[in-house]
């Protein structure tokens, strides 16, 4: 199980201490969480705090990026560093945009993936698979941390391992909101490969709640 520490979670006042908790840790991702005020009802990070973490940290950068223009955004992500470029189906307006952007990712040497929302018909999905290299199933609803986890994720996630499976495809699944050691081994069970979790590893002892994922 690939760990992915959200950093919408990490405590400011101790971000050099719990950055070098993080690399001492068994965590190999570094969730990043973009958000532009527009497509989802907070505002987060711009590009030059993802230059910085790129400097503290040696772990694969992984930003989910909640924008009204995923194609803009992209670029200006993948120039600071990022090695995950995971964009929503719901911010660009066909299954062939999202090719476009897909392919445009992948050839720049970053994995694509593609996040959907709670309420998003997942089969929207299905004829993307063979496109991208992840899908994010929001397990919340995508814009603030520490909500509860949704149990109908559980169903979407077996039913993308089952299509993955059945096409034989290389894509990672991945699941963030709610995510804790109960959740996220009902995930893991489900199918799941990469658990984001925030308040969960930041707001408790970060070496063992990253374990406890594993």
């Given at each position: ?9 990490l ?16 965590a ?20 030059d705090?993802?230059k ?7 772990l694969?950068?992984?930003v989910?990026i ?5 194609v803009?955004f992209a ?24 090719i476009?952007?897909?392919q ?5 040497g970053?994995?694509a ?11 929207l999905i ?6 991208i290299d992840l ?6 609803e ?50 799941a490969?990469?658990?984001?979790a ?16 594993c």
């Amino acid at each position: 199980m690939i760990v992915a520490p959200s950093i919408l979670s990490l405590d400011y006042s101790q971000m050099e201490k719990q950055v070098k908790e993080l690399n001492e840790s068994n965590a190999k991702w570094l969730h990043f969480d973009v958000m532009d005020g527009h497509f989802v009802p907070n505002l987060t990070f711009g590009p030059d705090i993802l230059k910085a973490y790129r400097k503290m940290t040696s772990l694969l950068l992984d930003v989910h990026i909640m924008v009204d223009d995923p194609v803009f955004f992209a670029d200006v992500f993948m120039d600071a560093g990022a090695e995950v470029i995971t964009f929503h189906i719901e911010a660009l307006n066909n299954i062939e945009e999202c090719i476009q952007l897909a392919q445009h990712i992948r050839s720049r040497g970053v994995k694509a993936g593609i996040s959907i929302k709670p309420k998003t018909d997942l089969v929207l999905i299905k004829e993307l698979l063979a496109e991208i290299d992840l899908v994010l199933v929001m397990s919340v609803e995508p814009g603030f941390g520490g909500q509860s986890f949704i149990p109908e994720s559980l169903e979407r996630i077996q039913t993308l391992k089952k299509w993955i499976n059945e096409k034989n495809l290389n894509v990672l699944i991945e699941v963030d909101g709610g995510i804790n050691q109960e959740t996220g081994k009902l995930c893991k069970d489900a199918g799941a490969d990469v658990l984001v979790a925030g308040s969960y590893v930041f707001k408790n002892d970060i070496k063992e709640a990253v374990d406890s994922l594993c």
